[in-house]
Antibody
Framework: QLQLQESGPGLVKASETLSLTCSVS??????????WGWIRQSPGKGPEWIGN???????YYNRSLKSRLTMSVDTSKNQFSLTLSSVTAADTAIYYC????????????WGQGTLVTVSS | DIQMTQSPSSVSASLGDRVTMTCRAS??????LAWYQQKPGKAPKVLIY???NLQSGVPSRFSGSGSGTDFTLTITSLQPEDVATYYC?????????FGQGTTLEI
């Protein structure tokens, strides 16, 4: 049973960098069976896909965030991470980490989500 | 980007009712559509993938249909635990996109 858990600061100042980590248990982040991803959800809105990363380090980013976004995998800690630079109030959201199979036609496992608020 | 439009935005029904909600894609996505259920304070949970495939462990009262641009999620015999917001998501092409949701009330 794959389990995912987000961690990171809940408050980030505008113009600074948001950094989140997702800890994976139940399988290895090095597994070739999964894509790892980040999805966020602003209050009262539908989810927004942020990006995917494969164990090899291959990434697929939402082009609306691409210039500010970096995703990485840390196999030694069985974690993957997200950094989003130059944040604004529009980046305030619940951030979820999630996993999908290599076909990635749906997100099967999700973390519980972590609220990140961008303050001015 | 492919836009996903859900209707209605909210629906009220009675226990035991049959409920239908729709999702329309702005372009052909074949059958690459998933439906999720989200309860307050929780992460979304997949119900249906590839338009009509029931995810393991999901009650059989949930079903999905459609292809191309028009899709439907049907709940037969509505139960109290079905109160939630339902989202569709296309997986045809990046960036993956979600609809704005249909909130189901009893």
């Amino acid at each position: 049973q794959l389990q995912l858990q987000e961690s990171g600061p809940g408050l980030v100042k505008a113009s600074e960098t948001l950094s989140l980590t997702c800890s994976v248990s139940g399988d290895s982040v090095s597994s070739s069976n999964y894509y790892w991803g980040w999805i966020r959800q602003s209050p009262g809105k539908g989810p927004e896909w942020i990006g995917n990363i494969y164990h090899s380090g291959s990434t697929y980013y939402n082009r609306s965030l691409k210039s500010r976004l970096t995703m990485s995998v840390d196999t030694s800690k069985n974690q993957f991470s997200l950094t989003l630079s130059s944040v604004t109030a529009a980046d305030t959201a619940i951030y979820y980490c999630a996993s999908c199979s290599t076909s990635c036609i749906f997100w099967a496992s999700w973390g519980q989500g972590t609220l990140v608020t961008v303050s001015s | 980007d492919i836009q996903m439009t859900q209707s209605p935005s909210s629906v009220s029904a009675s226990l035991g009712d049959r409920v239908t909600m729709t999702c329309r894609a702005s372009q052909d996505i074949s059958s690459w559509l998933a439906w999720y259920q989200q309860k307050p304070g929780k992460a979304p949970k997949v119900l249906i993938y590839a338009a009509s495939n029931l995810q393991s462990g999901v009650p059989s009262r949930f079903s999905g249909s459609g292809s191309g641009t028009d899709f439907t999620l049907t709940i037969t015999s509505l139960q109290p635990e079905d109160v939630a917001t339902y989202y569709c998501q296309q997986a045809n092409s990046f960036p993956y996109t979600f609809g704005q949701g249909t909130t189901l009330e009893i």
